[in-house]
């Protein structure tokens, strides 16, 4: 690379960068739209009456070819890095007027830019939603020819009236739309939460996932790319649940997503066995090419616990988060050894609110499938997804049956609860199965007559799965799976026994209702981190961060409200919610809040 000269920064006056960015809207024939949208922008900004007031700063640098205007993430040396109204970020937002710049990341050309782009896009953006200043990425940008670009000082960005809140708000959006890692999304609470949990990038780490690959998941993504970037993410499939958009973003992005391939008349554990294994190879082979010496596991149901390779990670130090109480039953009933594990699943924000949202999705999802026209209900389990189901359908109106394994214990009075699980399913048309468990498993179904449909609000397969069993071998394995158990008993498996709300084509909860569990997740990765660094001891687990708990539930309230979806939950819950996180043994909590 040829090192960048100094460059003598010309002052422009507001009328004069107007004509300069006129000139790029009327100077080309073939602008892209991105372009063309960023011109518009903010031609409008500077013909806005009141908009540009004395002592903005504006400045242009004029580069020869082969000049980096960037290095690393960090704007070069006598570009605009002394002038103070420019030292807002590491790049402070730049606007191509002529030439091209060619983007370099990994050692790849990966993208041109050229007149109508930005730079300093994402560093800048994160100024403005932050007011901190922090390294965003680590590309270079070389001129591949007689470049101009035009600066825009702080005072101009973090200027007054509705233009600069305009201007402010199109450049923030635009951060927010794109693939590229970076700590701001389309999900702003989580920034916020990432923004006061993150202490520094993870430049020894790799991250391994096991996870849904849904839209409003992305972001959480993005936000772990961040730390180590995409090629350093190995990510595992849950086939029931993978979009396919996501799924193609992820790859396009440089993230190295692993399927797993489900075969007929094969058990899901088995697919997922098989791919597990290919997963660990791919991240053995990464840690040998490169200088990674500790990784990071984001689990949902224990998969990634129950298969780590200990003898080919020797001398790597791990360290995780599990997000789903299935996971940690299975852990609790094993003898498996494991590393540091941050249980955000027995967390109070994630048992008693999350349920909330997720009964009501798997309710939408019966609605609009029309299976509660005309029917008796019964509700499997009675734990927090079943608590949440039963509210939900009785806002509809309905009077749904429940049983759970607790009911000998506390012999409830509501005449909707039932004894034993054959008096249920007898009582009802659809079962909505919330166990978490295989619930059907030594039941006597010769007690139970009739044609019956169940769903499973419940963990991939595993509610109805000794039922799942019977079924013949299907290569659609998420359609309707019908079993006849025997003479007198038919039964509909939706869904093909997965969990109803996840239909592969989009979001299975509403963005701004998962991303308090996204956030429960970043707050455990980022206590599992410091954990792992200040060498706390492995094969124990560790409550959720209550501090980290009681901010954020506080943020998504208030946002919530500030809504058309209300919260379900008030201030004053957030105390009773916090101190119902399960302890952990004698285990402190680890704290990762930074104000």
């Known amino acids: 690379?040829?090192?960048?000269?100094?460059?003598?920064?010309?002052?422009?006056?507001?009328?004069?960068?107007?004509?300069?960015?006129?000139?790029?809207?009327?100077?080309?024939?073939?602008?892209?739209?991105?372009?063309?949208?960023?011109?518009?922008?903010?031609?409008?900004?500077?013909?806005?009456?009141?908009?540009?007031?004395?002592?903005?700063?504006?400045?242009?640098?004029?580069?020869?070819?082969?000049?980096?205007?960037?290095?690393?993430?960090?704007?070069?040396?006598?570009?605009?890095?002394?002038?103070?109204?420019?030292?807002?970020?590491?790049?402070?937002?730049?606007?191509?007027?002529?030439?091209?710049?060619?983007?370099?990341?990994?050692?790849?050309?990966?993208?041109?830019?050229?007149?109508?782009?930005?730079?300093?896009?994402?560093?800048?953006?994160?100024?403005?939603?932050?007011?901190?200043?922090?390294?965003?990425?680590?590309?270079?940008?070389?001129?591949?020819?007689?470049?101009?670009?035009?600066?825009?000082?702080?005072?101009?960005?973090?200027?007054?009236?509705?233009?600069?809140?305009?201007?402010?708000?199109?450049?923030?959006?635009?951060?927010?739309?794109?693939?590229?890692?970076?700590?701001?999304?389309?999900?702003?609470?989580?920034?916020?939460?990432?923004?006061?949990?993150?202490?520094?990038?993870?430049?020894?780490?790799?991250?391994?996932?096991?996870?849904?690959?849904?839209?409003?998941?992305?972001?959480?993504?993005?936000?772990?790319?961040?730390?180590?970037?995409?090629?350093?993410?190995?990510?595992?499939?849950?086939?029931?649940?993978?979009?396919?958009?996501?799924?193609?973003?992820?790859?396009?992005?440089?993230?190295?997503?692993?399927?797993?391939?489900?075969?007929?008349?094969?058990?899901?554990?088995?697919?997922?066995?098989?791919?597990?294994?290919?997963?660990?190879?791919?991240?053995?082979?990464?840690?040998?090419?490169?200088?990674?010496?500790?990784?990071?596991?984001?689990?949902?149901?224990?998969?990634?616990?129950?298969?780590?390779?200990?003898?080919?990670?020797?001398?790597?130090?791990?360290?995780?988060?599990?997000?789903?109480?299935?996971?940690?039953?299975?852990?609790?009933?094993?003898?498996?050894?494991?590393?540091?594990?941050?249980?955000?699943a027995s967390s109070g924000a994630k048992k008693l609110v999350e349920s909330l949202f997720i009964g009501r999705s798997v309710v939408d999802k019966l609605f609009e499938g029309g299976h509660l026209r005309s029917k008796r209900i019964g509700i499997m389990g009675m734990g927090s997804i079943g608590a949440a189901v039963l509210a939900s359908l009785k806002k509809l109106g309905l009077q749904p049956l429940h049983y759970d394994p607790s009911y000998h214990h506390h012999m409830p009075a509501n005449t909707d609860a039932r004894a034993s699980i054959d008096s249920l399913f007898n009582d009802s048309d659809i079962i909505i199965g919330t166990t978490g468990t295989d619930s059907m498993k030594g039941v006597a179904v010769e007690r139970i007559h009739g044609h019956k449909v169940l769903a499973s609000a419940s963990s991939a397969d595993v509610e109805f799965s000794s039922l799942l069993k019977m079924a013949p071998a299907t290569t659609s394995p998420f359609s309707t799976r019908q079993v006849r158990i025997h003479e007198d008993l038919m039964v509909d498996i939706l869904n093909g026994g997965y969990p109803l709300n996840f239909d592969r084509e989009n979001n299975a909860t509403p963005s701004d209702d998962i991303v308090l569990t996204r956030c429960l997740l970043y707050i455990g990765a980022m206590q599992a981190v410091g954990l792992n660094d200040a060498g706390r001891e492995n094969g124990a687990m560790y409550p959720l961060d209550g501090i980290s708990q009681k901010k954020t539930l506080e943020r998504w309230i208030n946002e919530k409200n500030a809504s058309t979806n209300q919260s379900p939950i008030a201030i004053q819950d957030i105390d009773r919610i916090v101190s119902a996180t399960s302890p952990q043994t004698h285990i402190e909590s680890f704290h990762v809040w930074n104000d």
């Open 1 to 344: 690379m040829i090192a960048t000269k100094t460059k003598e920064l010309v002052p422009l006056s507001a009328p004069e960068v107007l004509v300069l960015i006129n000139g790029v809207f009327t100077g080309r024939d073939a602008l892209s739209s991105l372009a063309s949208s960023n011109t518009q922008a903010l031609r409008t900004f500077f013909v806005t009456p009141g908009s540009v007031t004395i002592g903005q700063a504006y400045a242009l640098a004029t580069y020869v070819k082969g000049d980096t205007i960037v290095s690393l993430g960090m704007i070069s040396a006598g570009t605009v890095s002394s002038p103070s109204d420019f030292s807002y970020a590491d790049v402070p937002l730049g606007f191509i007027i002529e030439g091209e710049v060619v983007v370099v990341k990994g050692g790849k050309a990966t993208k041109m830019l050229a007149a109508g782009d930005f730079i300093g896009l994402f560093e800048t953006s994160d100024w403005l939603n932050t007011h901190h200043k922090r390294n965003i990425g680590d590309w270079t940008l070389i001129t591949n020819s007689k470049t101009k670009i035009i600066y825009f000082g702080a005072s101009v960005l973090g200027g007054q009236g509705n233009a600069a809140h305009q201007l402010r708000n199109y450049l923030i959006g635009l951060a927010r739309s794109d693939q590229v890692p970076q700590p701001i999304t389309t999900l702003p609470l989580l920034d916020w939460v990432a923004s006061h949990t993150t202490k520094a990038r993870l430049s020894d780490y790799a991250i391994v996932a096991h996870t849904h690959l849904l839209p409003n998941n992305f972001p959480f993504f993005r936000h772990l790319a961040y730390l180590v970037g995409f090629g350093r993410m190995f990510v595992l499939e849950k086939p029931y649940s993978t979009v396919q958009g996501t799924y193609n973003d992820l790859i396009k992005s440089g993230c190295e997503v692993i399927q797993v391939r489900m075969e007929p008349g094969l058990p899901y554990e088995y697919a997922v066995q098989k791919s597990v294994a290919i997963l660990w190879t791919k991240v053995i082979e990464e840690l040998k090419k490169n200088d990674i010496t500790k990784l990071l596991l984001v689990d949902d149901g224990g998969d990634l616990w129950a298969s780590i390779p200990w003898e080919a990670l020797h001398g790597v130090s791990i360290c995780g988060v599990e997000q789903t109480q299935r996971g940690i039953t299975r852990l609790k009933n094993s003898h498996l050894r494991i590393p540091s594990i941050v249980n955000v």
